[in-house]
């Protein structure tokens, strides 16, 4: 690896966003693993979990499966699946279909109905006027609201909650993930609506508050080192709410603010290294 330290540098830029990711993953990874004190026998141990973790996995995923397990399968993917945000497993799996939709971690309830404010309800209706297959003839100001929703093995959660950190994303606000957009959820609420050829579609929408970009011409020198160098934006919010769609979520990310030519601002560096 010493050998490529002057490609790392100019690749990914300074060491601190980088160095120590994927020895730590690995040393959590192995420190999970139950050893009942018995060293001598670690690699078998180990081994033998491994083994039994793809068996599993492997099971679970054959679509074979009656619909009967359904709902054992997703308490195994709750409880057991780890935190994979960011590896070669979670760049793969993020192509197979059960991956990628959102979770639902409770079952919705007529308790979890609520009336959307105007203010959203108008963000709402200006979002499904820009969808071709979804009609605004009919728009229920109803919806159900989300506490926290998980997807592409993250959780996210509003500013409000007890793990307010779940509430940074970057986000994709243009459909195009290659200059995304930095804030701070507020609410997570679910909608149906219909489509113009008479079907039900249910969708999680997020809404949050933006960060401010930075003025016109004032340099990010970040911005160099896209993959872990992170993006600079003003430590303030946008007077106007943004609502988007749950798809349009890419991941947290990790900040610190900074002044720079006078200006307060927020270095956002993704947790996801995609």
Request: aromatic share 12%.
């Amino acid at each position: 690896m010493a050998l490529h330290f002057g490609p790392f540098l100019r690749r990914f830029g300074p060491t601190h966003s980088w160095r120590c990711f994927p020895f730590e993953r690995y040393n959590g990874i192995i420190q999970k693993i139950p050893t009942n004190n018995r060293y001598s026998e670690r690699e078998k141990t180990m081994f033998t979990r491994f083994c039994m973790m793809q068996n599993l996995r492997g099971l679970f995923h054959d679509r074979r499966l009656p619909e009967a397990l359904d709902d054992v399968i997703l308490d195994y993917n709750r409880i057991f699946r780890a935190d994979i945000r960011g590896t070669f497993l979670a760049d793969n799996m993020s192509f197979m279909e059960d991956f990628s939709k959102e979770e639902e971690s409770v079952t919705w309830s007529p308790a979890d109905m609520m009336r959307l404010p105007t203010p959203i309800y108008r963000l709402l209706r200006e979002w499904i006027s820009k969808d071709p297959s979804s009609s605004l003839a009919v728009v229920s100001q109803a919806a159900y609201k989300r506490d926290q929703i998980s997807r592409l093995g993250q959780r996210f959660q509003p500013s409000s909650s007890r793990w307010s950190a779940n509430s940074h994303i970057l986000f994709d606000a243009t459909q195009t993930t290659r200059h995304p957009s930095a804030g701070r959820i507020e609410k997570i609420f679910s909608h149906t609506r219909m489509t113009k050829d008479g079907r039900e579609k249910t969708q999680t929408f997020v809404l949050l508050k933006q960060y401010s970009p930075l003025p016109d011409g004032m340099p990010d020198p970040y911005h160099e080192f896209p993959i872990a160098g992170g993006r600079l934006f003003l430590d303030n919010f946008l007077p106007s709410p943004v609502l988007i769609s749950i798809d349009q979520v890419v991941c947290h990310f990790a900040h610190c603010k900074r002044e720079i030519d006078k200006h307060k601002c927020v270095l956002a560096l993704p947790l996801d290294r995609n």
